[in-house]
């Protein structure tokens, strides 16, 4: 029995959404935007590409007056790179300026605060065809297009998140493009790559303290909670391992400005160690983040693995745990249940979850995503009866007030999405939003924005302030 009232929600806490730049926007060729590596990715031919997306681009307006009408305090989204320099670097297209501006000032307008994403998976593909992150030149694009973005948005934005999920750009490059399946060893590219990023997010952060003493700025990895299989210390010993190369080499870098002794160790014996310049530490030790935003979806459950076990290396999904011979092997949770996508549904997980951070980093903590994908049905009269998501937001929340009752400093919560876009790998028809965009895979129909019924239920969250959590 508890013996006090729960800590509540901090008056000022960030109730947001989220959504990504080539997953809603659309317009993908329009207004001398360049190409970007998702662009030109290929797709499973049963499933959309992000040419049209949700058409934000066009619909913007209307959008935000429905993210308005939500009680929206936060929004969550990412600048496509290649809208502001068409080839990643050199000339600037004012008209991608003008975009965001006449974003950020219609979310000024209704009183959301824009927190911006600099860059959400999608690398200009001029950038790419010269490497990508392989080029130690991009950091300099990279912190080239950041200074762009304090000098341009600086005045009216005040959080900035450096790189969108850094870890399963590393950890899944395969399944998100970012490296050659056929390279020789993969995995020492991948950790090259890994490197020139760290090292550019700490120019970023360095450069918006310069630029913009007011601002914050953090990292948003994708972080959660590893579970052994078993208290065998074997086991034990395995979820440790995986959670260091899964979450805390990227937190430990951005925060402490160092690489992580186990990853070290793991990268030493795959030979994958990545060449670091003089210079490099020292600029990683110099940056330091102001709050660390973060996307939770789910927990990992992993074993030991023996050395001899050849793994077949398939990585699903972002949300699954993979196995490496030696070290550590993804088990599903019996005790879970999964979302029709089979991803791992688990509250609690994320207190667990806010709480290992939280001690490790001491710094303010901001859920950048979190969220339900689901095939949603629009029914007759407009209607998208979704309570299995409001399942999903009410038992999260309940456990970030419960982490905030812990002593954790919780400043926000942006569920991912805002609005219906278009997913990763799976399409359209995997939703999240809380506002339904009416087309399918390949019939665009007529794009029109339908609330659903955890548009009205979060609505009613934020305006109690998390203290009316109910589905009525
Ligand atoms: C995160 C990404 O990994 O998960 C988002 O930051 C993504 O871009 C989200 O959409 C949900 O994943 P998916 O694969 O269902 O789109």
């Known amino acids: ?104 000032n219609e979310l000024k307008k209704h009183h959301i605060e824009p927190v911006v994403t600099m860059y959400h998976f999608d690398l200009p593909y001029a950038l790419q065809k010269k490497g990508g992150w392989l080029n130690r030149e991009t950091i300099e694009a990279y912190e080239n297009y950041a200074k762009t973005l304090f000098e341009n948005f600086g005045d009216r934005v005040k959080y900035w998140l450096t790189i969108n999920e850094q870890n399963v750009m590393i950890l899944f490059g395969e399944l998100l493009g970012t490296v050659d399946r056929n390279a020789e060893n993969p995995k020492k590219e991948l950790y090259q790559q890994n490197h020139h990023m760290f090292v550019a997010q700490a120019k970023a952060m360095i450069l918006c303290h310069r630029m913009l003493p007011d601002a914050k700025i953090g990292p948003a990895p994708n972080i959660s909670a590893v579970y052994p299989i078993s208290p065998q210390p074997e086991d034990v010993l395995a979820a440790h391992t995986f959670s260091s190369l899964r979450n805390w080499l990227y937190l430990d870098a951005a925060v402490f400005g160092r690489y992580n002794s186990t990853v070290w160790s793991y990268l030493e014996k795959k030979q994958a160690i990545p060449e670091i310049q003089d210079g490099d530490m020292a600029i990683l030790k110099e940056a330091k983040p102001d709050f660390i935003a973060f996307n939770y979806y789910s927990t990992m459950t992993v074993g030991a693995n023996l050395p001899q076990k050849v793994s077949n290396n398939v990585r699903e999904d972002q949300q699954m745990a993979f196995e490496e011979p030696g070290f550590f092997k993804g088990h599903p949770n019996p005790n879970l249940p999964k979302t029709e996508y089979g991803w ?49 937001l009410q038992k999260h929340i309940e456990q970030c007030r419960l982490a905030l009752d812990d002593g954790v400093e919780l400043i926000g919560y942006c569920p991912w999405s805002a609005i219906d876009l278009v997913s990763t790998h799976q399409g359209i028809s995997k939703r999240y ?25 979060y609505k009613k969250v934020i305006a109690s302030n998390g203290e009316d959590l109910t589905n009525e």
């Open 1 to 104: 029995m508890r013996n006090h009232p729960l800590k509540p929600f901090p008056k000022d806490f960030l109730w947001g959404a989220s959504t990504s730049a080539y997953q809603v926007e659309g317009a993908w060729n329009e207004d001398g935007k360049g190409p970007s590596v998702m662009d030109v990715a290929k797709h499973p031919k049963e499933v959309t590409d992000f040419k049209v997306a949700s058409d934000h681009y066009h619909r913007y307006k209307e959008d935000i007056a429905l993210f308005a009408e939500l009680g929206l305090k936060a929004y969550r989204f990412s600048i496509s790179w290649s809208r502001i320099f068409p080839e990643g670097t050199g000339e600037v297209n004012q008209k991608g300026i003008d975009f965001y501006n006449n974003l950020i």
């Open 433 to 457: 939003g809380f506002i339904y965009v009416n087309r399918d895979e390949f019939d665009l129909k007529d794009l029109r924005r339908i609330p659903k019924k955890s548009f009205y239920w």
């Open 344 to 392: 791992e549904i688990d509250p609690v997980g994320l207190r667990t979850t806010l709480r290992e951070i939280y001690e490790r980093y001491h710094l303010p903590l901001l859920i950048t995503e979190n969220g339900l994908g689901a095939q949603d049905r629009l029914e007759e009269g407009d209607v998208v009866n979704d309570d299995y998501r409001i399942d999903y």
